[in-house]
């Protein structure tokens, strides 16, 4: 009997369907935790689809969580998410990144008031340090409008025409900052009224978006910056003052 030499016969077990393996974890049915709960009102603006991608990412975080290390606390779910790369929580948990930025601002949220008075110092330390990066004369700029406020929520959606500046001092909201980081503010605050003359942004390198916005303070799309942004820039700025 003749055999067709150019059929290549593959072996059972690599041509047999791939099983997905299961998700270690408790399931998610049984996973409710308040930071779960709390997680699912502040994302309740958005679409229904959305929102079960991001709740069933959340949970299978927890799950995991309570898996390898019998803890589901806020602080125990944000170290093990931060301690793997991007592809490997994509991975696993799907679409999580909203679920630790929630995390991380719950975590961290109180504690960047006190982190901040802490860090005046570095403040003052850096002030007459040059500094050239815009991405660096923002982070200042932000923590010097935030602990002249003396609150960070009212920051992310500063307004540029809220801020006045004259000769002798610069104040937000009426409130007048102090010397040790005016000079950083006033410094930013012309760099955003610069950029909204025809081209600068492209100097800038940003987005016209981010240039016609009103805010002080606008991300690339010309909204306001997300609420973990204060935390974010004072972890820059730590990173930079110890390398002084």
Known sequence: MAVDVTRRVVPLRQSAPSVPQP?????????????????????????PKTRAIYVRAAKRAVSYCLYVGDNSTNQAVLRLLEAMNWTEKRERFGRVHRFERF??????????QTNIYDSLHLLKQIQYKPITAM???RDFALLAAWATMGEGRGVLDLAISEVTDSP????????IAPSPYRGMLRRWLKIRLRA????????????????????LFPGSNGQPLSRSAIYNALRRLQAAAGSL
Do not use: C, M
């Open 196 to 215: 909204n003359r025809p081209e600068q942004y492209r100097i800038l390198r940003r987005t016209k978006a981010w240039a016609d916005s009103p805010l």
């Open 135 to 137: 991405s660096a004369v």
């Open 168 to 175: 002798s001092a610069l104040s937000i909201r009426g409130k």
């Open 23 to 47: 998700r270690n974890g408790i399931p998610h049915s049984k996973v409710a935790t308040p930071s779960l709960q709390d997680f699912e009102r502040s994302i309740s603006d958005l679409a």
């Open 103 to 112: 995390l991380r601002l719950t975590v961290h949220g109180v504690d960047v």
